[in-house]
């Protein structure tokens, strides 16, 4: 279903829901059922979200262009080792 829009010369803009393809170049009013002709607007696209669309941009970067990291990044490091030179003695995992 699509919107089209009518404008009554008396009663003003109004709407009427339709399936696509389908809209007549004149409908009644809904207010004094007048011969409106139809309005031609801008089709309302919507936009996708600003975060997903960042989120396909580097899914499809990184299909393409994997990116390559040299170092593990600071947020994923573990503690730094001890100074204690007794910890070096203790059995590792
Ligand atoms: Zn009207």
């Known amino acids: ?5 009518y404008r009554c010369a008396e009663c ?7 399936p ?3 809209a007549r ?9 007048h ?3 139809r309005v031609f ?10 975060a997903l669309a960042q989120a396909l941009r580097a899914q499809e970067a990184g299909a393409y262009e994997p990116r390559v990291v040299g170092e593990v990044p600071a947020a994923r ?3 730094a080792p001890s100074a204690d030179p007794r910890h ?3 059995p590792k995992p």
């Open 88 to 90: 070096a003695l203790l």
């Open 41 to 50: 607007t801008s089709p309302m696209l919507t936009r996708t979200p600003a």
């Open 77 to 79: 490091r573990g503690p």
């Open 1 to 5: 279903m699509a919107t089209y829009q």
């Open 12 to 18: 003003g803009p109004f709407d009427v829901r339709r």
């Open 20 to 22: 696509i393809g389908e």
């Open 25 to 33: 170049p004149e409908e009644p009013c809904d207010g004094c059922g």
């Open 35 to 37: 011969r409106s002709r």
